[in-house]
């Protein structure tokens, strides 16, 4: 398993077959991240677009994964449906360790399969199956259907798309292993054009641990720290959620689509309260003793005399943000209830309970009327809610299948851009400055933990245009090395450099070990590269002006300052993505 190579499986999905081919490169770009923009850039079409068939689907991880706690993230990259430009998502669950133990560094699919199909891949096999009787399934559904088709577990991993994939939907995600998910750009959609309904990846091999006392020792140390210290309790207690409370009494925390940034009744769906009502047990991704997976509950009655099922339901941050504060629906099991449907359709729900609140706006406004929404859609009523989410995922008109392009495509088609809360995709929970929104505005996943730009803001300095830009780009840095090793990005603060470089040392990955800081700046140059290839031009990115009206405990927002950041940082990641043959031309 340590070598200096990469092992990927490249798969062809209109012949059904596939190999592998071993690459260089081990010692340049590490793995996660850095392999998965290697992959793109030598099988990617930066000139074609996003569901071109030969386009590729491309899953990498790390060289610490199965190896080290937390060491639990796949990278998911594509050309995305929502920009048409190089793409990633993170995620969990088993998919990880599930490559790990397959032997695989990364897998790579090509092609588009001549029926909707499930391509299921581990050590010794490569099975492409027809399965057009799970197309129109809703992602429940279909994931319970797959885990009876394909035996395993405890050591496959199930990836699949619901009905917004299906629909090319640039917000459609894929579902990983029930909990976890590829969530944001629209991966579920790449998956759609390519007819696949589900990927199976079966850890079916196994691989040696290192002999001798360094190994053991290191591992137990990172445990330690990860179990026996505070610096992992607040995932584990009450999660991600504890931060509604906290940006609520900031004022920092986007309600109403932005509107707002406090109000009295976010305690209803604060993390404290999630906990108390409705916390039925934690979970984790593989190769994770945290368990930061917060799973509540939902009731549904299917008989009478007070019959009841009930559905296990993962919620965050983000998604609580989104289905709860974005909408004002303030009841814990409402925005549970919300989730739930989002998860059917196979909706990344951060861009779906955004687009619905610019909506619902615009609805309020006379811009659109019932005759777009289908539903009189309100904030604050989850009922309306939950039918405008199957509608988007289902695309049941012009007007939702505009939509889930994007929130700002249907606005530059109706009007309100001014109010849609788009930082090149829609914005994450966070309203806490100018820094922030720049940084995920440009960011190269357009997502809150591209850098740290969330916490700058709330160090209180004074504007400073060159130090907060000196922190983006340092930062960014930093979090690409943990990506492409690869790490939960929670972990962040267990893993430092110094730790890593420990950490693939005792692994054999000495010249790794020893390069780190040139080998994450080599990866964060080669992302930016392959993202302005393809189309991205930060120079151009507007903001729009509700951003500009928003007041937190700072006072309003500065234009000017934020002009200055947008226009300095798109100049940095010019720079950054202009290799060294161009730099010299």
Known sequence: ?????????????????????????????????????????????????????????????????????????????????????????HGGGRSALSLRFADLDALVIRGKAPTPSCLSVGSRHLDLRDVHFLWGMDLLKTGKMLRRMYKGTGHRSILRIGPAGENLSAMACINVDTYRHFGRLGGGAVMGAKNLKGIVIIGDGSFPLPEGKEYPKLFAEVHRKMTGTDMMEKYHNFGTPINMAILNGIRALPIRNLQKTSDPEIEGISGETFARDTLLRNAACAGCPVGCIHLGFVREKFMGENRYLYRQVSYDHEPIFAAGAMLHVTNAFSVLALLDTVEREGLDIMSAGVALAWATEALEKGIISTKETIVPLRFGDDTVYREAFHHMGAASNDFYRLLGQGTMKAAEHYGGTDFACVLGQEMAGYATGEVFFVSQALGLRHSHLDTGGYSYDQQDKQPDVNGAIRFLIEDERARVLLTSMVSCLFARGVYGEQVISECLRSLGYVTLADSLGPISHTIQQLRWRVRLRTGFDPGSVSIPKRFLQVENWKGKMDGAYLDSLKNAYAGALLALGQSETEAGD
């Open 1 to 89: 398993m340590i070598r200096d190579h990469f092992r990927v499986l490249i798969v062809d999905l209109a012949s059904g077959r596939g190999g592998i081919t071993n690459l260089d490169g081990r010692d340049t770009v590490a793995g996660g991240s850095g392999l998965a923009t290697m992959l793109f850039e030598k099988y990617g079409l930066p000139d074609s677009p996003w569901d071109d068939p030969e386009q590729p689907l491309i899953f990498a991880i790390g060289p610490l994964t199965g190896y080290y706690p937390l060491m639990s993230k796949t990278v998911c990259a594509f050309k995305s449906p929502y920009h048409d430009q190089y793409a990633e998502s």
